[in-house]
C-alpha cells in the first residue's frame, strides 16, 4: 500500500560528508507496515517501505523505463512497476522479476527520536540503477555453458549464471550482428538507431567473461557427443546448452510477395526501412497482432493512408476480447485508420517489380505503395530436427517447469518453446511475451546449476497506441465473461477475465496499477473470486 508523502521535516545529519545529504523525511509513525511512500531528500526522490518491520530506501525509478515505484504494488518485500510489472526487493533493491534486467540503489536509513532519516550519496543517486553482484570465468575451468541465440533468453541466462558464480565458459552465439537488444521497441520507435536499444554494451559481456560469437549460426547439434557444428565450420563442445532461437515471421502464402516494399518487422533494420518507406505513402497493414495495430498508431501523422487487413471480427479478438478489440479499432478509425475485418489477401499485385495493390476474398482492390505483413510467427527449431528432443506439432520444442527439454543438459526457452504455466494449471502453453522470455533464460540457468527452480512468473505484457499504454497481465484463453470496472467508451478501464469463477487475466488502460495488483495476486497464488471482481469495493486493487 502506498501512503501520501508527508512534509519534508527539513532536518540534515550534521555528521553528512561532502557526498552524501542526509534529511528527517516522516515520522517513524507516518508508515505501517506493508506500506511505502515517496519521499525526497536533497532534491531528489526516494522511495521508502517498511516492511517484515525494517525502514527501507531505495531510488523510486523503475530501472526499465522510469515508472514511479511509489505508485506500484508492494506485497511482502516485495514492489512491483506500475507500468510492466518488474518487481524489486525491498531489503536490497535487487530485481527480482522481469523486464527490468538492472537493480535500485539502496540508500541508508537511520530512526532517532522517532523520526526517520534517509542518507543519500550523490555519485549513486545519479547513476539510477546498479547490476547485481556477478563473478566471472576462472583458468582452467572447461566447463562450457552453450547458447544458441541473441535474445533476451540467452543473456538473462548468462547474467544469472555469474550472478550465482557460475565459474565456467559462456558463449553466447547469435546469428544477428548486433548484441542483444530490446526487441519490444522496433514497432514503437520505428526509427531508433540500432545501438539505442542495447540490453547491454560489448564492454558488459567482457567484464563478466561472456564470450559474444556474432554473425554466426547453428547448424548441426549432436546430442550425443555434445557438440555443435556452426556455419563457420566451428563445432563447439558444451556441457549444457540452452537453445533460444526465437522464432521467424509468417509469409502471405499468395503470388506477389517478392515484390519491392512488402515488408515484414523483425530487426532494427526492418523497423528503420518501414518507417522511411511509409513517410506520404499509402500503407496497408495485414494482421492485427499487438505490433500491427502498434505500427498503425506509429504511422498515424507520417503515412498518407493507412488500410488495415484483419482475419477476425476486431482486433485482438482471439486474445483480449469483443470490448478491448472495439476500442483499439475505434481509436485508429477515429484517427482516420480504415479497417477491413474478417477479410483474406489472395494476391499482391505489382507494376515493374513493385508493389501495385493488394486483392482481398471480397475482391475488393486496395491501392498500397507499401504493404507489411504481421501474421503470426514459426519457431527457428530447425536446429533440433533428428536429434530426439520432444517437439509439438507445431514444431515448437517442449520443455517442463524446469525449462529442460527431453534430453539431458539441452535446455530451451522463449518464443521458440512451450512450457506448463502454473498459474494454468501446469497448462502447456506458447507465450511471446518478452518478460516471459527472460524468466526462462533466469529459470534454465538456475537449473543447471542444480538449483531446482521452477518457472512461476506471470505473463505481463503492454501495448502502446496513440501514446496511451494498454497493460495485460496473466492468462485469459477459455474466459468466459469479461468484467468491466471504468468506461471503455471513456478509454479509462479494468477488464477482468473470469473462468471457472474466478479471475484469470486483467487488462487496463488509464488505470494503473490494477493489472500490476492482479499480477501480484496471481502470482501469489490467492484466488481473485467473480464476486470480488463484481464487488464496488476495489480496495484489493491498491488504487492511488
Not at 18 to 34: F, I, K, N, Y
Not at 282 to 296: D, H, K, N, P, Q
Not at 414 to 434: E, K, R, S, Y
Request: glycine share 8%; net charge neutral; charged share 25%.
Amino acid at each position: 500500500m502506498s501512503v501520501t508523502k508527508p512534509p519534508c521535516l527539513l532536518e540534515s545529519d550534521p555528521d553528512e560528508d561532502q557526498d552524501e545529504v542526509t534529511e528527517a523525511v516522516c515520522l517513524e509513525s507516518d508508515l505501517r507496515e506493508g506500506q511505502m511512500m515517496e519521499v525526497e531528500v536533497g532534491g531528489h526522490t526516494v522511495l521508502l517501505t517498511r516492511t517484515e518491520g525494517k525502514y527501507s530506501a531505495l531510488e523510486n525509478q523503475c530501472t526499465h523505463y522510469g515508472a514511479p515505484l511509489s505508485k506500484g504494488v508492494i506485497s511482502g518485500t516485495k514492489v512491483r512497476c506500475p507500468w510492466h510489472g518488474s518487481c524489486f526487493n525491498t531489503h536490497t533493491g535487487d530485481v527480482e522479476e522481469f523486464p527490468g534486467i538492472d537493480s535500485l540503489p539502496c540508500h541508508k536509513v537511520k530512526i532517532e527520536n522517532k523520526k526517520v532519516y534517509v542518507s543519500i550519496n550523490k555519485k549513486t543517486i545519479r547513476q539510477g540503477k546498479r547490476i547485481k553482484h556477478m563473478g566471472g570465468a576462472e583458468p582452467g575451468n572447461a566447463h562450457t555453458v552453450l547458447l544458441i541465440g541473441g535474445g533476451a533468453t540467452s543473456l538473462s541466462c548468462a547474467e544469472t549464471l555469474r550472478q550465482e558464480n557460475y565459474s565456467g565458459r559462456i558463449i553466447m552465439v547469435s546469428r544477428d550482428y548486433l548484441l542483444p537488444y530490446d526487441k519490444t521497441r522496433l514497432s514503437k520507435v520505428m526509427n531508433v538507431q540500432s545501438e539505442s536499444i542495447l540490453l547491454r554494451g560489448m564492454e558488459f559481456y567482457q567484464k563478466y567473461d561472456i564470450e559474444v560469437w556474432l554473425k554466426i549460426e547453428a547448424k548441426s547439434l549432436d546430442t550425443e557427443a555434445k557438440t555443435v557444428t556452426f556455419d563457420n565450420g566451428t563445432v563447439q563442445s558444451y556441457d549444457q546448452l540452452l537453445v533460444s532461437t526465437g522464432c521467424r515471421a509468417k509469409v502471405l502464402d499468395v503470388p506477389g510477395m517478392s515484390l519491392k516494399n512488402v515488408l515484414m518487422l523483425e530487426t532494427p533494420e526492418d523497423a528503420r526501412q518501414i518507417h522511411a518507406v511509409c513517410e506520404g505513402s499509402r500503407i496497408v497493414l495485414v494482421g492485427t497482432s499487438f505490433v500491427g495495430m502498434e505500427v498503425a498508431s506509429y504511422m498515424l501523422n507520417k503515412a498518407s493512408d493507412i488500410t488495415v487487413i484483419g482475419s477476425s471480427e476486431l482486433p485482438y479478438h482471439n486474445t483480449l476480447g469483443k470490448e478491448i478489440g472495439k476500442i483499439t479499432l475505434m481509436m485508429l478509425v477515429d484517427n482516420g485508420v480504415k479497417f477491413h475485418m474478417n477479410e483474406f489477401v489472395t494476391e499482391i499485385r505489382g507494376e515493374n517489380g513493385t508493389l501495385k495493390d493488394i486483392v482481398l476474398k471480397s475482391g475488393t482492390v486496395i491501392p498500397a505503395d507499401v504493404l507489411i505483413v504481421g501474421i503470426g510467427v514459426n519457431p527457428n527449431s530447425e536446429l533440433l530436427r533428428e536429434t530426439g528432443i520432444k517437439m509439438d506439432q507445431k514444431r515448437f520444442v517442449v520443455v517442463d517447469k524446469y525449462m529442460r527439454t527431453s534430453v539431458p543438459n539441452v535446455f530451451s526457452g522463449g518464443d521458440v518453446c512451450t512450457f506448463p504455466l502454473t498459474m494454468a494449471q501446469n497448462q502447456q502453453v506458447n507465450i511471446g511475451h518478452w518478460q516471459m522470455a527472460q524468466a526462462h533464460g533466469r529459470v534454465a540457468a538456475l537449473n543447471m546449476l542444480g538449483k531446482r527452480t521452477e518457472l512461476k512468473s506471470v505473463p505481463y505484457y503492454w501495448t502502446v497506441l496513440l501514446g496511451k499504454t494498454i497493460r495485460y497481465a496473466g492468462f485469459g484463453e477459455g474466459y468466459t465473461e469479461v468484467i468491466i470496472k471504468g468506461k471503455v467508451e471513456d478509454r479509462k478501464f479494468l477488464g477482468l477475465y473470469i473462468k471457472d469463477e474466478k479471475v484469470v487475466a486483467a487488462v487496463s488502460l488509464n488505470y494503473d496499477p490494477a493489472v500490476s495488483a492482479v499480477a501480484e495476486r496471481l502470482l501469489s497464488g490467492r484466488v481473485i473470486t467473480k464476486m470480488e471482481a463484481l464487488s464496488d469495493d476495489l480496495s484489493w486493487l491498491k488504487l492511488p
